[in-house]
């Protein structure tokens, strides 16, 4: 089985993390320290976690991710599809807050 590498490209890590997801049900889970955000689709769980944890100085409990399907969109006649996305569901240990809405 292949080694988990723990060093990550520093440059790169900030890019990984597209936006914080918020809509409805992201927002219900922050209750439960759970933070969601699009990611870049090549993203892999540790690079994420490091992610969290160098822009927002937290500790990570838990990186789990899905891959929703690509969304179909039509402009006249020419069909395609949207770029496809990544989402990860973020779990914080107690004691860690990231602030989605500063000043608000």
């Known amino acids: 089985m292949a ?10 890590l900030p890019d990984l993390i597209r936006r914080p997801l918020l809509n409805e049900k992201a927002t219900r889970q922050l209750e439960s ?7 870049v689709h090549d993203a892999t769980k540790p690079e ?3 992610a969290i944890e160098s822009l927002f100085s937290v500790k990570v409990k838990k990186v789990n991710t899905h891959n929703p399907p690509a ?3 039509r402009i006249g006649k020419f069909a395609g599809k949207r770029a496809q996305i990544k989402r990860a569901i973020v779990t914080l240990a107690e ?9 608000v």
């Open 33 to 39: 320290n759970k933070y969601t955000f699009d990611v």
């Open 3 to 12: 080694k988990i590498p723990t060093q990550f490209d520093p440059r790169r």
């Open 48 to 50: 994420i976690k490091a």
């Open 95 to 103: 004691g860690s807050k990231i602030d989605l809405f500063p000043d």
């Open 71 to 73: 969304q179909a969109r």
